[in-house]
């Protein structure tokens, strides 16, 4: 295990590239979390280093400090990762790791509050550390290529919610299909099934709403 590592307020600086003033500026805003106490002194670690570099990274990429504030506060007071993922893995999903930096490259500056907020309401997005979890690679490179195409993330978010309510009840309906007939036992078994029916239909609709607009 690596051992976590613990600085006085002038490294941290130092190793950050910022001066002590502007450490203190940001603890007031509370951009970065209180340091551990020990008397007088006050102990920071890596993860106020990682705050502290994504900080930078985000002031270049032309985030305010209020807007980096609220930011802030979404991840710090969002769900955890462990509450992400629930019981266990995705069956097919890949969850995929970002830094706030990298999230707001994917979606060119509409990282906003409400759209991190709405993200991590829907399950999304949950955080570890500095890190953000996305719960799944296929819904978050489609959602960055629906974006880079002119959608606002808003909306495909807004998207996302409705997609949602469908497929819930497309999988009660299979559930209770299955269970007329098997058992709960038999349910992960005949998962495949279901998802081919639904991938067949959407590709079917698809085809469909393509040719009626031509």
């Known amino acids: 295990?690596?051992?976590?590592?613990?600085?006085?307020?002038?490294?941290?600086?130092?190793?950050?590239?910022?001066?002590?003033?502007?450490?203190?500026?940001?603890?007031?805003?509370k951009l970065i979390p209180p340091p551990r106490r020990e008397g007088r002194i006050a102990w920071y670690d890596d993860h106020h280093l990682a705050?502290?570099?994504?900080?930078?990274?985000?002031?270049?990429?032309g985030h305010t400090l209020n807007g980096i504030a609220e930011l802030a506060d979404a991840f710090d007071h969002g769900r955890d990762v462990g509450d992400l993922l629930g019981?266990?893995?995705p069956t097919e999903e890949t969850p995929v790791r970002l830094t706030p930096e990298e999230l707001a490259d994917r979606f060119q500056g509409q990282d906003t509050p409400e759209n991190l907020a709405a993200a991590m309401d829907l399950g999304y997005l949950g955080t570890d550390g500095d890190e953000i979890v996305h719960?799944?690679?296929?819904?978050?490179d489609a959602s960055t290529a629906l974006v880079r195409e002119g959608v606002p993330l808003a909306e495909v978010l807004d998207?996302?919610?409705?997609?949602?309510?469908?497929?819930?009840a497309l999988a009660d309906l299979f559930a209770d299909l299955v269970l007329r007939h098997a058992t709960e036992h038999?349910?992960?078994?005949?998962?495949?099934?279901?998802?081919?029916?639904?991938?067949?239909?959407?590709?079917?609709?698809?085809?469909?709403?393509?040719?009626?607009r031509k």
């Open 1 to 29: 295990m690596t051992e976590k590592r613990e600085y006085r307020m002038e490294e941290l600086a130092r190793l950050a590239g910022v001066t002590v003033r502007t450490l203190r500026f940001y603890r007031e805003r």
């Open 51 to 61: 705050r502290l570099r994504t900080i930078a990274a985000l002031l270049e990429r």
């Open 87 to 89: 019981l266990g893995e």
């Open 135 to 140: 719960i799944s690679r296929r819904l978050l």
């Open 159 to 168: 998207a996302g919610r409705r997609v949602r309510a469908h497929t819930e």
């Open 186 to 212: 038999d349910l992960p078994r005949l998962r495949p099934l279901a998802r081919s029916v639904v991938e067949s239909e959407l590709s079917l609709a698809l085809d469909r709403r393509l040719r009626g």
